[in-house]
């Protein structure tokens, strides 16, 4: 006996009939023996429906008035879903009861619409949890130090579920969604893709912020900072399938490094084509030229990624950036307008069309040849690499766009991820 | 200036449009020096969607567990409702905040689905208020010792805004609905029927009680128990009428019986058909006869309203009463099989097919012949009564339901209420 927090996603909440599937796979855990805390999100569709009705009443001006109101606007959607779950669970003959996440607390700083999580009470779950309840609690909300409703964010669900299960020390905190688990890299664009049974929290990481979207990035640094044992899952398999090979299904996101030393030196490859490319050619190379570039960049509000500074020829040298794709335009005049000509700089290129590759992978730290085996398998098709970049457990490659799918399968076949790792 | 609280039901809400209009007459009464405090309902339709998503997770049973849960569910719809109506006023340039019920606190019992405020606490409110901020609450709903959500039952809006008022001790509480006021009669069965500037109290209680659903019940006992001034006007005026207008529409519900000593009589003629007649008929006359045969219809959860105890003959009586027509079958089957075996009745007999008229009018008291009047009425009209109740401010009688409207129109024109009561 353990105690397991589940997260379900919208689409899983996306109705009554699903809602009653959801009770009757949490009825099973819990008729196992654990200890259950569930965190449902709010039904596919509610939360656009509620924020739409308040864009049609405010202009597009953002006070903190505002964002006060659409939280408790928006908060109310998982209010709804863990009332219903409560009562599906009753109806199945359990035991169960719901709270917002004010009733818990939950207690949250006061950035309304962005609000991060502070602490969580647990008496009032765990006195719920000894007398043989199933308890419910909101995704995406808590209350700030003045009692007002805050909520997390978009996707802010999964970080609530983290959350919950580091602050009671749960067993497993297991994210249930409409994909089974963490794959090699997007089977829409290499079919061999292949589901991976663990991966490191740091590749996790790096999977998440490139662009699989699998689990929202807060919530996999929270399951990292306090080290608790995440799953992702389908919760479009038959609730009623067998318990043990349900609790081995998806992928188990692990924090014990020993447990990849034997296996594939790259985990993965994730690919954003959501980046823009701009380089500042020609700038005197002299300390704080770096600054003096980005510091105003920053000042707009943009939002910079990889960042590459070569070296000099005759005291010149380019620097070159990416930046999200809808801060092209914004970008580009900035460094040619101000930039530029305040430090001297020949001239400003850019190109829109480009997008970021990346190998992914703890294994890479003690293996050398990693990038070269990745820079060869791109160079025999063809592709030319535009900008490198490299981590510990990864190293991205910006490239033309239009090679992105061939450069996927490409490297996704030169690390052998479509065999099995234990072959 | 004066502290005014405002309640527009859920019709007044159905849409942003009409959110739009609200947040405009709103903001009209803060401007012209108003402290404002609002209570919507939830938008029209909606709590019914909301239970009806309840409904189809939950089998048929009833327990406090469910009925907790229907509570945490249904009172989002006002949640919603005040966050919308708050950014509405933003975006009209009024500093706006809006509070659910807990966050107020509005403190109830526990008893779910139809619990009943005990206290307000109007220390935040008035801090807003004081701040030039128009508060927005939830209406409907508060918050039970143990901290769960609760709700006041269907209507309770109502009730809420005017345990506001009477809390915060406001100038005057303005219930804005679908209609214009309150009638003499309903104006579909009675063309003529006239909009009544003030009614006292009491006769606004009957006349509630007596189908004019204009007003939920318990709040209009709550106005009475803490002299709340009520006013009960359209939401459908345009919102820019002249304030002074606005303020003097409608119907007034006072507490000052002089106001009304030099009125008509009669303030209006009440019905209802939902209503059953049955008569335990040849019972012995004797101490305890009337327990004897209420009692047990009482333990049955069915409902009693005109009682009559005809005098005896023989040392014999006939015993009458009215319950809803829903419970009849049940009523009559109890009666026949059960209490008239029990108490040595000769015989029971029952017809759902009645109506009970009444009039209405604190002038009865001091006025003799009130109640010849309306028997000579329906006797020109050929219509025989049935059985007859009196009170102090009203007089009812039970008729065949065929004559229902025949017997309001007679009485309406008997009374002179066609005619202004200053003519």
Redo the contacts between chains.
Sequence with gaps: MALIVHKYGGTSMGS?ER??NV?KRVAKWHRAGHQMVVVPSAMSGETNR?LG??K????ATH?T??A???D??A??GE??S???L???L??EGI????Y?G??VPIATDSAFTKARIQSIDDVRVRADLEAGRVVIITGFQGIDPE???TTLGRGGSDTSAVAVAAAMKAAECLIYTDVDGVYTTDPRIVPEARRLSTISFEEMLEMASLGSKVLQIRSVEFAGKYRVPLRVLSSFTDWDIDINEEARSGTLITFEEDEKMEQAVVSGIAFNRDEAKVSVMGVPDKPGIAFQILGPVADANIDVDVIIQNVSHDGRTDFSFTVHRNDYARAMDLLKNTVAPACGASSVVGDPKICKVSIVGIGMRSHVGVASRMFRSLSEEGINIQMISTSEIKTSVVIDEKYMELAVRALHKAFDLDQPAEA
Tied chains: 1, 2.
């Design positions: 009554t809602i009653r009770a509620l009705l308040a049609e009443l405010s202009p006070s008035a505002l006060r109101e659409l408790l606007i908060a109310t209010q709804v863990v009332g219903l409560a009562i599906a009753q109806a035991d169960a009861v719901s917002a004010w009733q009692g007002n409703v």
